[in-house]
């Protein structure tokens, strides 16, 4: 992902997270008990220093039923209000790459994800990064929240 583009992402996250939080009164030792993590870590969420892991995204999502397109400010205003649970990201990376017509050698060189790297992501092994969801997304011509199976 260009710098830019990952920084935009990172800056929109931090500054939605910082609204949210205070619309809905949270701190961020709060936050860190919510997403089980270290202080440090909402501290480098807060700061635009770095992004959640998956889990920790999707924990954030469905805490403050916020879009990840609108969270990450790929777009401005999502009408869903209720959001399914994010379940077997394998399954749905597999069903959203067949909907799509996308195979795993054309997101290697596309994107330049490592083989491996998406194997692990479709034998739930590992998942992706935030950073990676948002390229798959954009590749595929979708957005983060049906990718990730929280709107269908």
Not at 10 to 26: I, R
Not at 120 to 131: F, R
Request: hydrophobic share 40%; proline share 3%; glycine share 4%.
């Amino acid at each position: 992902m260009c710098y830019n583009v990952y920084m935009d992402i990172l800056s929109k996250f931090s500054e939605n997270l910082k609204l949210l939080m205070t619309e809905q009164g949270v701190n961020p030792p709060a936050l860190a008990k919510i997403l089980n993590t270290d202080r440090t870590n909402v501290t480098r969420y807060l700061r635009a220093e770095r992004l959640p892991l998956f889990d920790g995204f999707v924990k954030i999502l469905d805490y403050f039923n916020v879009s990840a397109d609108v969270m990450l400010g790929l777009c401005e205003y999502v009408e869903y209000s209720e959001y399914l649970p994010v379940t077997d990201f394998s399954a749905r990376l597999k069903c959203v790459m067949k909907e799509t017509n996308t195979s795993q050698y054309s997101i290697e060189r596309t994107l330049g994800v490592s083989g491996s790297s998406i194997y692990n992501w479709l034998h739930s092994k590992t998942l992706p990064s935030v950073e990676s969801l948002v390229k798959l997304a954009n590749y595929m011509q979708v957005s983060l929240d049906y990718l990730l199976g929280r709107i269908k």
